[in-house]
């Protein structure tokens, strides 16, 4: 049973551009939620997507925005790089049945 | 504004010692809290969980205390091996809405000693 996967390992981007991040859930997961980790810190909630929705926002600006598909799998877009952009992305995901979140191993995102 | 916060950043321990890392919150309307153990380089591992209608929990070699009166958690681990050094975050859960989210504290790194 696959738990929660995440492409690619690592990024490397320059400032202004664009990045899109992806997450596939867990196996009968069915929402999935993205975090952004800064060095040093905890993880911070990005947004939550369940039926293709965003559920439910954390304090990111705009240029932050996702996508659910039908398999449940999720994108996190990111326009408009900044240096402060740089950390590590994580992806949760969590059954219909309970709030328990299952974390993905991250996207590291260098912006330079 | 909510906040989850650690009291310790470190802690070092004997190996074969027990651990006790402890952890603040702030939302008396958190209902579900969890520690993760994080290591280098990877993503949040779920240890234990806990809800607010339990004022204790056991995992294997594992257990959260909740004292909601002070609203503090500890995660206690018992006979702390090599392997247990990493970061520990507590995180709590709040429901907004159709949805519910988790705010994690600074994180306390656990460094076992041989």
């Known amino acids: 049973d696959a738990g929660v996967t995440q492409s690619p390992t690592h990024l490397i981007k320059t400032r202004g551009q664009q990045v899109t991040l992806r997450c596939s859930p867990k196996s009968g997961h069915d929402t999935v939620s993205w975090y952004q980790q800064a060095l040093g810190q905890g993880p911070q909630f990005i947004f939550q997507y369940y039926e293709e929705e965003e559920r439910q926002r954390g304090n990111f600006p705009d240029r932050f925005s996702g996508h659910q598909f039908p398999n449940y799998s999720s994108e996190l877009n990111v326009n408009a790089l900044l240096l402060g952009d740089s950390a590590l992305y994580l992806c949760?995901?969590?059954?219909?049945?309970?709030?328990?979140?299952?974390f993905g191993p991250g996207t590291r995102l260098t912006v330079l | 504004g909510e906040s989850v916060g650690l009291h310790l950043p470190t802690l070092s321990v004997q190996e074969g010692d027990n651990s006790i890392i402890n952890c603040a919150y702030s939302?008396?309307?958190?209902?579900?809290f969890i520690w993760y153990k994080q290591e280098s380089g990877k993503g949040p591992q779920f240890i234990i969980d806990i809800r607010s209608n339990m004022d204790k929990r056991q995992g294997q070699r594992v257990t959260v205390l909740l004292n909601k009166t002070v609203k503090h958690l500890s995660l206690q681990i018992a006979a702390t091996q090599p392997g247990d050094s990493a970061v520990y975050f507590c995180a709590e859960n709040i429901h907004r809405g159709m949805g519910n989210q988790f705010y994690f504290g600074t994180g306390t790194s656990l460094t076992v000693i041989p």
């Open positions: 949760a995901s969590s059954s219909p049945a309970g709030d328990t979140q299952y």
């Open positions: 939302n008396s309307a958190s209902d579900y």
